[in-house]
């Protein structure tokens, strides 16, 4: 069974709920708080991921070669 994040829009406040995807979309999950079935889906991001971001080059290159590591 799926895992949502939810906030209860009644008592603001944030739940890590297991339910059924039917219990989620027709509101039949109850606030562990208050009892209210007014909870909305929380959205959250994770680390972003960059792919072929180039590195600036090294500064000294012409004193210390094409392998160097930034000092």
């Known amino acids: 069974?799926?895992?949502y994040d939810l906030r209860?829009?009644?008592c603001d406040t944030e739940h890590y709920i297991s339910?059924?995807?039917?219990e989620?979309?027709?509101k039949l999950i109850?606030?562990?708080d208050c009892?209210?079935?007014e909870?909305?889906?929380?959205?959250?991001?994770?680390?972003a991921v960059l792919k072929n971001v180039k590195q600036p080059g090294c500064p000294?290159?012409?004193v210390c070669g094409s392998g160097c590591h930034m000092h």
């Open 1 to 3: 069974m799926p895992h």
């Open 8 to 10: 209860c829009t009644k």
């Open 19 to 22: 339910a059924s995807i039917k």
């Open 24 to 26: 989620k979309t027709e």
């Open 30 to 32: 109850p606030c562990p």
């Open 35 to 37: 009892g209210s079935n």
């Open 39 to 47: 909870l909305e889906t929380v959205y959250k991001t994770g680390p």
């Open 60 to 62: 000294n290159r012409g």
